[in-house]
């Protein structure tokens, strides 16, 4: 960790702190050491790994993560860099992933679940799916896309579903017949849905009914309605919609059919019964699928992904750092629409034949018992979910998971920094301070984890994700491509210098976007075919610290510069946090005239405590933790953060209310209800007041979706 040696030079001259000295606030964690049962059945103790995978064996190092995978043909060159940084993976090879996912489990594990869906209302009994049964639904799906849709290899299929069984269905489906899928997220809208269909130049979207969340049947159908008349509109034409049915014996939607359009999955299927689609024998380079992700402009990026390179290492990944064997039960609690469960629902446990469950709803719903009864009912002993799942589960049910018989072998957490409050609340409640816990640093570009402990291997500290995976070779850069070393104290833009299997190819249809957006800020030479002059940029603000573990401070674009100094605003939240009535922080910038930007701090408290005191509090937490620099221009008290369907809350709103600019569309919050109450409560009752902001608030937070 940074050296705290600058400290001192700091007070009572806060304009000349350098990034380092705000680096240092971050205090030294205490590790935890993976218990001895855990070691003993994990599929990685060998303590040479990072040999094997170092630089000199590299990139033939990663033939150990292909060789997971079954091949029709074997590949002739591992990685090629003449396009650089076009990277191909396994060149010559041929494989089909629905083939890896599903048929070659067959003669061992037949009639093992390879999936187990939960419906949110609890009545419901789960249903589990044999790999057997599996096999039989995703061919019957693959003869009804080649045959009733016309599709062929390469083409795209939008999906708009959510988390059912059917969903992986569709895309082990198309991965069978070479068809590239494009799985929007089921909380997005219509709109969303039909800007995707565009992009991807789609002609089939497929959709389900309906579906179960908070307790609702929500009409899900109405969006592919909506989604047709966004891509008609911008040129593009749904020839045909495919609607999976939530329930056997009724429709869960009122929206009527368009005739020649629609058609009803379950009906078409009849035709198919029994029907058999040899899986297509795809180049190892070919794309599998495109996962759509906000980036610094408003347009989503089609990341493409690859089939051998892609799948070899969410099975790599998936063996060796969730530690999957195919006795296990596995749950992730993310949802398929991005791209976590992409690797870790389907793909990388799927390769695995391992069970992989999947739960309709949300996680607190009907209370916050439910992830635990879960858990217990399915024997669930690998456990997958976010920081944010985490401190919500932390606010409303801090000692729920005490009253179940679960037992957690290992869980990770993805997706954003954890702060080490709620880390020690996941390791201690839910893990019964026993469970081996990986913090998980990835993206959608990566395919994979870039950054986590090896679970049975290296000590976990809370709030730092690990030291890089095996065959991940970071750098650390300050803007002007300084590299800052382990143990250099000061915060950076993380790179990683390599390319790895997972990393997706290109962004679809805009190459140059690719290059620009992923490799252009540190590369010196655009003509060199050789991978060490493209180191590829994350994104995201990081401190790798001396024992090589990395500290991720959020997205760059999430960081809040205060009178010319980098302050995360994670580092910030985390502070909040550790005044124990705060049960959730949000830290949002504010135009300053005189500091540029200072931060402002939205808390929900944890039931039943009263809000007197509670803003001072905070107030001193983050000048004791931090300093008197983030010191936050107000503390807000707010009844509930507002949230994406996924969990994330949504900075970007609360920025803008206390920019008092337009906090755009809200309509996909999980509680739109709840901005118009904190705007009231910031702003007053009057009419909204729009300001005109600049750039980095317009986006802040956006990228972190
Ligand atoms: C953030 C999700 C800290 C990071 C897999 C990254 C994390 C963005 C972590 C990608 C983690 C993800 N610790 N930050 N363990 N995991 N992030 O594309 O800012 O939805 O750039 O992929 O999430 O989000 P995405």
């Not at 994979?448 to 070779?473: E, V």
């Not at 090589?548 to 760059?556: E, F, K, P, Q, T």
Request: aromatic letters at 10%.
């Amino acid at each position: 960790m940074a050296d705290a040696g600058t400290q001192n030079q700091k007070e009572g001259d806060e304009s000349r702190l350098s990034e380092a000295e705000i680096a240092v606030h971050w205090k030294e964690e205490e590790v935890y050491y993976p218990n001895p049962r855990f070691v003993g059945q994990a599929n990685l103790t060998d303590p040479n790994v990072s040999d094997r995978f170092s630089e000199k064996n590299f990139p033939e190092c990663f033939r150990e993560y292909a060789d997971l995978l079954s091949w029709d043909k074997y590949w002739t060159t591992t990685l090629d860099t003449s396009k650089a940084p076009f990277w191909k993976w396994f060149v010559g090879g041929k494989l089909n992933a629905s083939f890896n996912c599903v048929d070659r489990h067959l003669e061992k594990y037949r009639n093992k679940a390879a999936l187990i869906f939960v419906s949110e209302n609890e009545e419901d009994p789960p249903e589990a799916v044999t790999y057997q049964e599996l096999y039989i639904r995703v061919n019957e799906m693959a003869a009804l896309l080649r045959d009733f849709c016309g599709l062929k290899t390469g083409d795209r299929v939008t999906i708009h579903m959510p988390m059912v069984t059917e969903l992986p269905v569709t895309m082990l489906a198309c991965a069978r017949l070479g068809v590239i899928h494009s799985v929007v997220f089921g909380g997005f809208s219509g709109e969303a849905c039909g800007a995707r269909i565009v992009d991807s130049g789609s002609r089939v979207l497929i959709t389900m009914d309906g579906y179960y969340r908070s307790g609702k049947l929500l009409d899900h159908k109405v969006n592919a309605d909506i989604a047709c008349r966004k891509a008609s509109e911008e040129g593009t034409k749904i020839e045909k919609v495919l609607i999976w049915k939530r329930f056997r014996d009724k429709s869960a939607s009122p929206t009527p059919m368009v005739e020649g359009r629609d058609f009803i999955v379950n009906d078409l299927l009849k035709k198919f019964r029994g029907h058999l689609v040899p899986p297509v024998s795809m180049a190892a380079e070919a794309p599998l699928f495109l996962m759509y992700t906000s980036g610094s402009t408003g347009k989503p990026k089609g990341c493409q992904h690859s089939t051998g390179g892609y799948l070899a290492y969410v099975t790599g990944t998936s063996k060796y750092i969730q530690d999957i064997h195919p006795t296990d039960v596995y749950w992730c609690m993310a949802d398929i629409g991005w791209i976590t469960g992409h690797s870790y629902i389907v793909y990388g446990p799927l390769a695995l034949a391992a069970t992989s469950v999947i739960y309709e709803g949300v996680p607190t719903f009907p209370d916050p018992g439910r992830p635990w009864r879960i858990a217990e009912q399915l024997g669930v002993n690998i456990f997958h979910t976010s920081p944010t799942a985490i401190r919500s589960l932390r606010k409303v049910g801090p000692e729920e998971p005490k009253k179940y018989h679960y037992r957690f072998k290992c869980m990770t957490t993805v997706g954003e920094p954890i702060e080490p409050e709620a880390w020690r609340w996941y390791y201690e409640v839910v893990g019964r301070g026993e469970t081996v816990v990986t913090d998980t640093w990835w993206q959608t570009e990566t395919g994979g984890f870039l950054c986590s402990t090896k679970p049975a291997l290296d000590p976990m500290k809370p709030g730092s994700t690990g030291p890089p995976m095996p065959g991940i070779y970071p750098v650390v850069y300050d803007e002007t491509g300084k590299e800052l070393p382990p143990g250099a104290g000061r915060a950076g833009n993380v790179c990683i210098r390599n390319p790895w299997p997972g990393i997706f190819q290109t962004i679809w249809g805009d190459p140059d976007r690719f290059v620009r957006t992923y490799y252009a800020k540190y590369n010196k030479d655009k003509t060199s075919t050789d991978w060490h002059d493209w180191p590829y940029f994350a994104g995201d603000g990081a401190l790798w610290a001396k024992d090589r573990y990395m500290r991720i401070l959020g997205r760059v674009d999430d960081v809040i510069n205060v009178a010319g100094h980098r302050l995360g605003t994670k580092e910030i939240e985390s502070a909040c946090l550790t005044v124990p009535e705060v049960a959730e922080a949000a830290v949002v910038p504010i135009v300053d005239a005189e500091r540029g930007r200072v931060p402002e701090v939205y808390i929900a408290l944890k039931p039943g405590v009263k809000p007197e005191g509670i803003p001072e509090k905070v107030t001193l937490a983050v000048e004791t933790v931090i300093g008197k620099i983030a010191r936050p221009r107000a503390v807000r008290i707010v009844p509930d953060m507002p949230k994406t369907r996924s969990g994330k809350i949504m900075r970007r709103v609360l920025a803008s209310i206390s920019n008092r600019m337009d906090y755009g569309d809200i309509t996909t919050l999980a509680n739109p209800e709840v901005v118009e109450q904190i705007r009231v409560q910031v702003q007053g009752a009057g009419p909204v007041e729009k300001k005109a902001a600049p750039e980095d608030i317009k986006r802040f937070g956006q990228d972190s979706g």
